[in-house]
Nanobody
């Protein structure tokens, strides 16, 4: 089992940047592929991106490709979401999630049901 805690959210103007962190504790960090999701106000939760457990690969939703970057630091058991060129439509609660490699799912899964552990979320608000 792993516990996830996000931080780094806040209020930023359009065009600005934020970096979210997701600190993991518990089971070995490398046992999981780590995803980021977001839930805009009044909408369903949606996939943002994912990093493979080895850190060798990432995959992103089309809406954030080229603006957001996921990275990981296994020594710190932390995954980051660097968000640049933010837009008002990026306003959402952002969640990190862990998909256990033991289930042999695709590492690049975009499906909420294929992630086993979730953080509490952090609010990101982008003003126009």
């Amino acid at each position: 089992q792993v516990q996830l805690v996000e931080s780094g959210g806040g209020l930023v103007q359009a065009g600005g940047s934020l970096r979210l962190s997701c600190a993991a504790s518990g089971r070995t960090f490398s046992s999981y592929n780590m995803g980021w999701f977001r839930q805009p106000p009044g909408k369903e939760r949606e996939f943002v991106g994912v990093i493979r457990w080895s850190g060798s690969s990432t995959s992103y939703a089309d809406s954030v490709k080229g603006r957001f970057t996921i990275s990981g630091d296994n020594a710190k058991n932390t995954v980051y979401l660097q968000m640049n060129s933010l837009k008002p439509e990026d306003t959402a609660v952002y969640y990190c999630a862990a998909a256990d490699r033991a289930y042999n799912r695709r590492w690049y899964s975009t499906q909420i049901a294929e992630y086993d552990y979730w953080g509490q979320g952090t609010q990101v608000t982008v003003s126009s």
